[in-house]
């Protein structure tokens, strides 16, 4: 038996992965960084907190460019922006900063332009953190650097204080240890300037630092959690994020997988204490198929968040949103096409039950003709006979108009005659009495025409 069958991750040109595995991108920078060849390049900033319609408090991240490429073009797009790429479309603000030195402007680090202030991944800022505005940068800055940096200083001052506090009358003495002490402080700066890392700097404007956490240790390791789902325990080094904002993440760099457990998500976390606001909400009306979910389920549940419903109609009515009113067509349409429907269905209910209530106004004629007998053969007239009109038919002296009866129901149509007089709309209803009054009337009238011909007989056959 062979045992020295390669893995799909020793091959060359495998670039499965398998479950449980890394990402080939991963693996190989992985390798790199075990034998000091590589690090981060990459120092990304991203808001964590939002007031008074901006967004606040940046915080630094890293990231390998190459971890995070292979997963969609789009993001590899914009990733190779990062690097001066003049055909990549995004992220083209970024600049080579040193990675542990470098903190944002001043004027970074308030946005005011931020398109999705819901973002529940922003933490809600107090008033009072917000006018003081403590962000003086050194946040952003390494403790490493800076700690190594101040030593490395003080050690040169005290090097130079004792140098200049050394006295002799050998001045050649003095001047060798001042140019040793020289020679030692560039020394110094040298391998300082050597140890500053150099990388590129990008400021996040679209997605807060918690998603953006979340996006790159999914990149890295394909696992994601989301806030607020009832799943197992996860580990605690596993980053969580909103399902919406990783779901508009996933939309923007094409990443369809990211995208569908992000959705599978916000469908199981539906309720009806939140429906209402989340149909009329922003997010909402960015996603067509999200906003159809919803309104399934907020029309399944109607009955038990109508208060709900009429709040928000007064808030809209309050303060009109160009979104909540395409939202209200969605909604009023779909009242309209219910209504419709359910009027299509009674029409069609209607239309098979009426002939079942009542005979149609061809049922009476019917009826009176195969009443009336045969024509009898003419006779002779005599001196006292009546005349005969053309076109006449002789009625029988003994031929009585009976009132015409609708044929019985079969015993298999009784109940839904029930039905249909209980629950019989307006329309039924009238027909059936149009069609009572004209048999009435034909009765009426038959009845008056015998009489009238029965009292004609009567007085000239004496």
Request: aromatic fraction near 6%.
């Amino acid at each position: 038996m062979n045992h020295a069958s390669q893995s799909p991750l020793d091959s060359p040109t495998s670039q499965t992965k398998t479950a449980g595995a890394l990402h080939p991108s991963v693996e190989y920078g992985l390798a790199n960084m075990i034998l000091g060849n590589d690090g981060p390049e990459i120092k990304f900033y991203a808001y964590t907190h939002k007031s008074k319609g901006s967004v606040r408090r940046l915080k630094a991240l890293f990231a390998k460019k190459e971890w995070m490429m292979g997963h969609s073009e789009l993001l590899d797009d914009y990733l190779e922006g990062i690097t001066g790429n003049k055909a990549a479309t995004g992220f083209k603000e970024a600049r080579i900063v040193p990675l542990e030195d470098h903190t944002p402007d001043a004027d970074e680090r308030v946005f005011t332009q931020y398109h999705y202030m819901s973002d529940s991944d922003l933490e809600e800022e107090e008033e009072e953190s917000c006018e003081s505005d403590e962000d003086d940068g050194r946040s952003f800055t390494s403790a490493t650097g800076s700690v190594q940096r101040e030593e490395a200083c003080g050690s040169t001052t005290e090097s130079d204080g004792q140098n200049r506090m050394v006295s002799g009358a050998d001045d050649d003495a003095r001047l060798s240890q001042t140019s040793a002490a020289g020679s030692s402080r560039a020394v110094q700066e040298k391998v300082l300037e050597q140890s500053r890392r150099m990388g590129h700097a990008v400021i996040l404007k679209g997605h807060a630092f918690r998603t953006w956490t979340a996006f790159i240790f999914y990149l890295y390791t394909d696992q994601i959690c989301f806030s607020g789902t009832k799943a197992p325990v996860r580990r605690a080094r596993v980053p969580a994020c909103s399902a919406k904002s990783m779901y508009l993440l996933a939309d923007q760099f094409g990443l369809p997988e990211l995208k569908s457990l992000a959705f599978a998500t916000l469908c199981t976390q539906l309720s009806t204490k939140t429906i209402v606001k989340e149909v009329f909400s922003h997010f909402t009306s960015w996603h067509p198929e999200i906003q159809d979910i919803q309104l399934d389920f907020l029309f399944e549940h109607l009955p038990e968040v109508k208060q709900d419903m009429d709040r928000m109609l007064h808030s809209i009515c309050t303060t009109p949103s160009a979104h909540c009113s395409v939202v209200l067509q969605k909604v009023f349409g779909r009242s309209t096409s219910a209504a419709a429907r359910t009027k299509k269905r009674e029409g069609k209910i209607s239309s098979v039950i009426t002939p079942m209530i009542s005979p149609p106004a061809s049922a009476a004629a019917s009826a009176e003709t195969t009443a009336a007998p045969a024509p009898q053969p003419a006779v002779a007239p005599g001196p006292l006979s009546v005349p005969q009109q053309a076109n006449q038919v002789p009625r029988p002296a003994d031929a009585v108009a009976q009132p015409i009866t609708p044929a019985p129901l079969p015993a298999a149509i009784l109940p839904l005659r029930a039905v249909a007089v209980a629950e019989a709309s307006p329309a039924v209803a009238a027909a059936r009495s149009e069609s009572s009054a004209k048999v009435a009337k034909a009765q009426s009238l038959s009845s008056k025409k015998t009489t009238r011909e029965n009292g004609t007989k009567a007085k000239f056959q004496w």
